[in-house]
């Protein structure tokens, strides 16, 4: 059936779009202040992408971008890469937002504001130089490179269906242009050591040289790979982007708010691109929330995670970036054993439909074969842990286990349970984690680090 935008939403949209083109027009009339201009660009991304999913989902179908919702009893098609339309309409706002981030530099204040002497270098033949910060600029463009870059590939693994072992390492190959940026503007690869290991390490400051850019690919690769593999239930991908996205911008504003903190374009860099990034999910969330009525494809996991790995990395706050990451990290520890192989493997790991209850319930991994004693082992000791359900023959040898997965486990704890209940569980398991990665960050890290950067 074809969606419709309502009366009520057309007028909602268009109430929105005034108010945010308003507020870029003080942006104009003002100081030129950039978070503003973001903030309006945000509402405006957020409408174009909840009018576009509607309007261009019988055209994707048409070309055959669609999938049956297997988790339904009715089995409908439903329009798929509606991630991609969210992505370009995020990208344009980017690219429009560019001459707003750097307005204090192209525009020459003569009205007393004080911007014309700090800003002019000095004159040849007759024409005023001023101090542009090219790195900055640098830094603004390799991230919406390296987000174009992401796209391309997200999009091309929804039309060819890659296999999962060629596309995992492609964000790198994506996370090149920024990766050279930070080389050649920022270049820092020391970390802080802990308090308690300076004495015997020597140094306050270990420089990991190359290693550190081996930790920013690694971040390069989790990220997206991470959101891409805890999918599959109807808006569970873009609700942990949404939650993911707004603890970082909590975070940001946490520096934000100290007054002449040194991290403070690093955090509002980040803003920049994290609020036109929540206005278009927003959009992708209420179109795919419970009952779904399209599918974001893998071109919005990729397109969200690598957006999360440009701020950690040109923000320099990847590590707290990955405290916002738990659960990911646990369902891809938790995954390892079938996606390294050890358990079998099926090519869909997403709960199991039982339409007589119309409750998803764990799927289940099939050995065609006995496992070997010691996978036969783990499986047992995760079972009495009630990490994993499994299922035996007659002579108590393994024949099947629940998939390894964040989305199975709930279940398995939680007994069988609608869609809709298992996403919103899992997503106050994200904001809890959340909350206590930020407490870690900011309160637990003064155990092993003499300050935290918040108070420098």
Known sequence: MTQKITTGWFFSLFTIVGACLGLIWTVFIGDGEPLIASLGLSGIAFSASY?????????????????????????????????????????????????????EYLVISTSGGGNRDATIEGVETGRLLHRFPHNKLGEYLSAILSLQSMVILGVADDLFDIRWRHKLFLPVVAAIPMLMVYYVDFGVTNIVVPT???????????????????YM?????????????????????????????????????????????????????????????????????????????????????????????????????????????????????????????????????????????????PSRAPFTKPPRWYIALILNILEK???????????????????????????????????DKATMGLMGLQIACSIIGLLVRHKAALLVFPHDNLSI
């Open 217 to 361: 690919a690694a971040i390069a690769i989790f990220c997206p790979n991470s959101i891409n593999i805890l999918a599959g239930i109807n808006g569970i991908e873009v609700s942990q982007s949404i939650v993911i996205g707004s603890f970082i911008a909590i975070n940001d504003l946490l520096y934000i708010s100290v007054k002449s903190h040194p991290a403070t374009d690093s955090h509002l860099f980040s803003l920049y691109f994290l609020l036109p990034f929540l206005g278009v999910s927003l959009a992708l969330w209420w179109h795919n929330w419970y009952p779904s009525k399209v599918f974001v494809g893998d071109t919005y996991c990729y397109f969200a995670g690598m957006t999360f790995a440009v701020v950690g990395i040109l923000g320099h706050f990847s590590k707290t970036l990955l405290l916002l990451f738990i659960p990911q990290i646990f369902n891809f520890i938790y995954s390892a054993p079938q996606l390294f192989r050890l358990v079998p493997c099926p090519r869909h790991r997403l709960p199991r439909f039982n339409a007589r209850s119309g409750l998803m319930e």
């Open 51 to 103: 009018c576009l999913i509607v309007w261009l989902g019988d055209s994707f179908k048409r070309v055959g971008l669609k999938g049956k919702d297997i988790s339904k009893a009715d089995r409908r098609e439903l329009p798929e890469t509606m991630g991609a339309v969210c992505a370009v309409i995020y990208l344009m706002c980017m690219i429009v937002f560019l001459p707003f981030a750097f307005y």
């Open 196 to 214: 308690s290991l300076q004495e015997y390490l020597g140094t306050a400051l270990l420089d990991l040289s190359w290693g550190y850019y081996l």
């Open 385 to 419: 842990l009630r990490l994993v359900q499994v299922w035996r023959n007659k002579e108590g040898v393994i024949m099947e286990c629940s998939n390894l997965t964040l989305i199975n486990l709930w279940i398995v704890t939680f007994g069988p349970m609608r869609e």
